[in-house]
């Protein structure tokens, strides 16, 4: 019997069938708006049909804060989920199959983890994408706190003058970093609109594009930064759309590198590519 396993992230859901660690079959839709865990969970399920005679599990990855209670959105333009949103029991009773849930960075986090082998104790992963997430493994356990928050880096804040957050907050490095504050800034300068896939394949021609791409990715390194000096990590994994995207990497690594010596981290790209989050969602039933 395999896992089905389901990333909510704030812009796609992606699905995947997964077997012994390994993703068989994927599939993936645009998040709708958060009403109901029910009608949520029957449209996430009327995408997996297929599936549902070969599973005997389902893993839940998912943007916002996880707790028994449901999830529950830290920066609601990210996706607004009316809280707490029991979406496991309504998954739950609609298959009646065993869930698991944690946060989709947090779920990363450990799969990153163990993928890296065993000389590791203290990593974070780093997911830039709709928003900026992330999940810390310490002393080789993942740490989520009493309240399930820990990891929500993506709200920690780099420019004490920088934009409004839709957590309340103002200058966090999502307001900076994530796709979304890249497409605000871009739409503030180019017209007509271009796609984040179209800023990135112009940055090596516009000086705009790349300034819009720097300021992200030197908001990143600022962050690599702080989680040295807070948790002396060993290494921090990259994932995410925009974390991923060419070049990115290179930019954050770069601007590390012109930081003081004792607060650099070397900083790779997720081994699960961009569906470490998903693999994350099936990983929670291994260990
Ligand atoms: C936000 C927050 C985090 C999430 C991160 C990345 C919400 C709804 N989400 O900071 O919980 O991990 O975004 O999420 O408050 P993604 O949607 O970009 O994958
Ligand atoms: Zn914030």
Same mark, same amino acid.
């Given at each position: 019997?395999?896992?089905? +396993?389901?990333? *909510? ?14 993703? *068989?079959?994927?599939? =993936? ?12 969970? =029957?449209?996430?399920? $009327? ?40 979406? +496991? ?16 960075? =947090?779920?990363?986090?450990?799969? %990153?983890?163990?993928?890296?082998? !065993?000389? *590791?104790?203290?990593? +974070?992963?780093?997911? #830039? ?14 740490? =989520? ?27 966090? #490095? %999502?307001? *900076? $970093? ?24 112009? +940055? ?53 590198? !012109? ?16 569906? $470490? ?11």
């Amino acid at each position: 019997m395999h896992t089905l +396993a389901i990333d *909510i992230g704030g812009t796609k859901i992606a699905l995947g069938l997964v077997g012994n660690g390994q993703l *068989i079959e994927r599939t =993936q839709l645009p998040t709708p708006k958060a009403q109901n865990a029910e009608q949520f969970a =029957q449209v996430i399920l $009327a995408h997996a049909d297929k599936w549902l005679p070969e599973i005997n599990k389902i893993g839940v990855s998912t943007t916002g804060l996880v707790t028994k209670d449901g999830i529950s959105a830290i920066n609601p333009d990210t996706l607004a989920f009316p809280s707490p949103f029991p979406l +496991a029991q309504a998954l739950e009773s609609l298959t009646n199959k065993p869930v698991a849930m944690l946060n989709d960075a =947090q779920a990363a986090a450990w799969y %990153e983890f163990k993928a890296l082998g !065993s000389t *590791i104790d203290n990593m +974070a992963f780093i997911t #830039v994408s709709t928003g900026v997430g992330g999940g810390v493994v310490i002393n080789r356990q993942l740490h =989520q706190g009493n309240a399930g928050l820990a990891g929500h880096i993506g709200h920690t804040v780099v420019e004490l003058d920088g934009p409004k957050c839709g957590c309340g907050q103002t200058g966090c #490095v %999502e307001a *900076i $970093a994530s796709g979304t504050a890249i497409k605000k800034a871009s739409d503030d300068y180019f017209f007509p609109h271009i796609s984040n896939i179209d800023l990135f394949s112009l +940055a090596s021609k516009s000086q705009h594009a790349e300034a819009i791409i720097a300021r992200s990715a030197n908001a990143i390194a600022a962050l690599c930064c702080n989680l040295k000096a807070t948790l002396d990590l060993d290494i921090i994994v990259l994932g995410g759309g925009i974390g991923l995207a060419t070049g990115y990497l290179d930019r954050v690594n770069k601007a590390i590198a !012109s930081r003081p010596g004792a607060f650099q981290v070397s900083v790779v790209a997720a081994k699960g590519d961009y569906d $470490a989050c998903l693999l994350g969602a099936a990983y929670q039933f291994k260990e």
